[in-house]
Structures are given as structure tokens and as C-alpha cells.
């Protein structure tokens, strides 16, 4: 089990001790993400006119939107995937069935090659023969 990080990041001006068990790093990319959606927020100057409660309810809103856009394109992603998955495996059984009947196939073909040598080795047998009593008729 991995072993929970302590650090202190910048939100808005302020530090904070945050504790998770992803690394420093990631703690610090998830302070900077906030910190770039209370910037995007900030430039609205009807944003800044709003209580706290109220700043804070639109961050959240805001938060939870690139949370469920993310989502989606993520469940996007996994379904085409899925789908790509479903085309390989129908592609790969269809190569499988082909591969099949190409050799029932070049079995007939022998099958049919060793009728067709013996189909000729009668026709010498039969024209040696026929020479044979035709020489013998003379």
C-alpha cells in the first residue's frame, strides 16, 4: 500500500496542507487546475461581486462540468474502443474461417489433382491399349 503525501500548496493565494496518496506532483497539478479555474472566474467581474458562498458554489459548478465533459469523452473513448475491440475479434475469426476454407479448398485441389493424374495415367493405359490391338489387327 502507498504510503499518504503531505504538502503545502497555493490556492488562491492562500496555503494549504493538503494529504493524499498520489504524489507531490499531482497534488500540486490538482492546486494548479483550481487555481486556473478561480482565475478563469475572476476576470467575470460579476464574479467577484458575488459572496463567497456564491464564488464558491460556481467553482464547484464549474469543477463538476469539466468533470462530466471529461467523462463523457473518456466513456466516448472506452466505447469506441470496445467497438474497435468487437471488430478485431470479428476480423480475426473471419481470417480464422477464411484460413479454414482455403485449406478444405487445397484439399480438393489435391484430391482433384490425384483424379486428374490417374484420369491420365488411364488415358495412356487406354491409348497404349488401343494402339495395342489396333497394331495387332495389321
Do not use: C, P, W
Not at 485441389?109 to 490417374?118: A, C, F, T, V
Amino acid at each position: 500500500m502507498q504510503d499518504q503525501t503531505t504538502t503545502e500548496v497555493l490556492i488562491d493565494g492562500r496555503t494549504y496542507t493538503i494529504a493524499g496518496f498520489e504524489s507531490d506532483e499531482y497534488l500540486q497539478q490538482v492546486a494548479t487546475y483550481i487555481n486556473r479555474k478561480l482565475g478563469a472566474l475572476k476576470k467575470n467581474k460579476e464574479y467577484n461581486r458575488l459572496d463567497l458562498d456564491m464564488r464558491h458554489a460556481l467553482l464547484t459548478i464549474n469543477i463538476a462540468d469539466d468533470y462530466f465533459k471529461e467523462k463523457q469523452v473518456a466513456d466516448d473513448i472506452r466505447g469506441d474502443r470496445e467497438l474497435k475491440d468487437k471488430l478485431v475479434l470479428d476480423m480475426k475469426h473471419e481470417i480464422i474461417s477464411r484460413e479454414d476454407q482455403i485449406d478444405k479448398d487445397d484439399q480438393k485441389i489435391r484430391d482433384l489433382q490425384k483424379k486428374l493424374n490417374e484420369a491420365e495415367k488411364r488415358i495412356v493405359e487406354l491409348e497404349t491399349t488401343l494402339k495395342n490391338q489396333r497394331a495387332g489387327r495389321k
